[in-house]
């Protein structure tokens, strides 16, 4: 697991679906350092412990999926 050492701030989480019809989630932070918007898919057990546009910690799984690593969110912590 990985944990955010950066000044990020929690957006928002938004629930979709997938053209099979599949339903995921996606988590949105905000850089503030980098300026930048980063998304990451949440894991299935997502615990978000912060409100929109505050300041938070994120914990990322790495997984591996072919010759690439995927990120998933698996909290939003404050900070």
């Known amino acids: 697991m990985f944990i955010s050492q950066g000044k990020l701030i929690f ?15 996606l988590v949105h932070i905000i850089d503030t350092e980098n300026f930048q918007r980063l998304e990451f898919f949440a894991d299935e ?12 910690k994120i914990v990322l799984k790495a997984t591996k999926m072919g010759y690439s690593t995927s990120m998933n969110c698996l909290s939003v912590n404050p900070v």
């Open 11 to 25: 957006e928002k989480s938004e629930e979709k679906v997938s053209k099979g019809g599949n339903p995921y989630t």
């Open 45 to 56: 057990k997502l615990d978000v412990k912060v409100s929109p546009n505050s300041p938070c």
